[in-house]
């Protein structure tokens, strides 16, 4: 076992804290500036910032909670290694799967936000050719090497983040309470369940920074901090943009083009009615808004492909899919994998149904990592904890329930894509049992 386990493809180690703050903001802001809007659709200002408000709860005692996962079992599969040696290889497979789906689809609704705002100034181009040329130029760089990939998403984060206080400072002298009062809780109690998988999207993909375990320098230190500070900037953002789209003229406003279709770009709609369409302040922060959409674009790319990779490397994928680049060192094979399901996934064109369905994803991912640290905790009391949650067992235990609530919850309202998403589960679990299981060699 160990000089197989030496034998198998290794990452790099170069990360240290600030650089995985910078990927870990870089995963989600996209979620800042897309996405979101259409939780309003559903809940209204009130219904949608009352989901916000349990999923900000869910996130904090999740994350938290996830840290000592990631310090204890610091591997590139992350919630997969987690539930696999938790749980045993069944559930770590299905929480596995419901991990890629996450990784995977999350990325083609950002490129089609990608597609939409670059649509701005170049309309003869179609929204559908700038998200494709994007995800070969992102995965290209991904698969060049860790290096420049890092360097490159730490520079636009840090950009996407500063033009998000720029947005708020500008557009939060112009708000008023009562906008935020108009239509506020449209379909009633309903509506706040409606809009959770909108509200998750705020925060989706965070636990990438734990699939970036292998290629930290001192994971057992650097994760828990990283994710720390990951998520106290990821809160005041989300609450920031918040206030500042839906209080300069209600939430409708940054919902609906003026030809009554949803939209994608809900914090240029907001900037139009404070600086104008024609104003200089409002294209530069357009032009920069972009930037936020590419850093979580490139991010999640960066994580699914180390998800993919462990799939492969450990053999409930096909074997090629844990191989890596010889020159670049990389998972080249899983990234040009998982570049051809999300373009085929974004050719359908259904952005809401996609994000909610990488929203069902990472749900999943919730219930299974907290199952496993309960898990952990009782089967494996002498497993090196570099970090410990805090309060014991009251934040997994918070974390599990509402992950527990936001999953029915989008279940019943969600039905056909529930159906979709439990039929890719069983599908998978169905090869896994009698197509892969001859060929798994699961290491611990």
């Known amino acids: ?63 938290f909670s996830y840290a000592e996962l990631a310090c204890a079992i610091p591997k590139a599969g992350g919630a997969f290694d987690y539930a696999t040696q938790a749980l045993g290889k069944g559930p770590g497979f299905i929480c596995g799967v419901a991990q ?56 636009i984060t840090i950009l996407a983040v500063a033009e998000l206080l720029l947005f708020a400072g500008i557009t939060l002298p ?19 369940f409606a809009s959770v998988p909108f509200a998750i999207w705020f925060f989706l993909a965070i636990e990438g920074v734990a699939n970036l375990a292998e290629e930290t320098v001192n994971p057992q230190k650097n994760i828990s901090t990283g994710l720390t500070w990951t998520i106290a900037t990821l809160v005041f953002l989300c609450v920031l943009t918040f206030v500042s789209a839906v209080g300069v003229n209600g939430w409708e406003s940054i919902v609906f083009t003026p030809s009554g279709q949803t939209s994608d770009s809900p914090l240029p709609m907001a900037l139009a009615q404070v600086a104008g369409s024609s104003e200089l302040m409002y294209h530069l922060l357009v032009s920069i808004g972009l930037l936020g959409l590419v850093a979580s674009f490139h991010g999640i790319i960066l994580a699914a492909g180390r998800a993919s990779f462990e799939f492969g490397r450990v053999g409930y994928a096909p074997k090629w899919l ?76 918070i974390a599990l329930i509402l992950a527990g609530i936001a999953l029915l919850a989008m279940c019943v309202y969600n039905l056909n894509l529930a159906v979709i998403y439990l039929s890719m589960l069983a599908l998978a679990y169905i090869g896994f049992r009698f197509v892969s299981k001859k060929e798994l060699k699961v290491y611990k």
Not at 124 to 137: C, G, K, Q, R
Not at 174 to 192: D, Q, R, Y
Request: proline share 7%; hydrophobic share 55%; glycine share 10%.
């Open 322 to 397: 844990g191989n890596i680049h010889p020159r670049f060192k990389t998972p080249a094979y899983a990234l040009l994998v998982n570049m051809g399901i999300g373009i085929i996934a974004l050719l359908t064109g259904k952005t809401g149904e996609i994000i909610t369905l990488a929203a069902f994803g990472a749900i999943t991912l919730y219930i299974f990592s907290m199952i496993s640290l309960f898990a952990l905790r009782k089967k494996a009391p002498q497993l090196p904890r570099p970090f410990k949650v805090p309060v014991y067992p009251w934040f997994p235990g």
């Open 100 to 155: 890629l789906i996450e990784f995977i689809f999350a990325p083609p609704a950002i490129a089609a936000a990608i597609g939409a705002y670059f649509h701005i100034y170049f309309p003869d181009i179609p929204v559908v050719v700038i998200a494709i040329i994007a995800y070969v130029l992102f995965t290209t760089l991904n698969i060049i090497g860790l290096k420049p990939a890092t360097l490159f998403e730490m520079v």
């Open 1 to 63: 076992m160990s000089d197989h386990h030496a034998s198998e493809p290794h990452l790099q180690r170069s990360l240290g804290p600030f650089m995985l703050w910078g990927l870990g903001v870089g995963l989600v802001i996209s979620g800042m500036y897309f996405g979101w809007n259409l939780g309003l659709e559903k809940g209204g200002t009130l219904g949608f910032a009352i989901a916000t408000f349990f999923i900000i709860i869910l996130y904090i005692t999740f994350t």
């Open 174 to 192: 112009h708000i008023e309470v009562s906008n935020f009062s108009k239509n506020a809780l449209p379909h009633g109690v309903a509506g706040i």
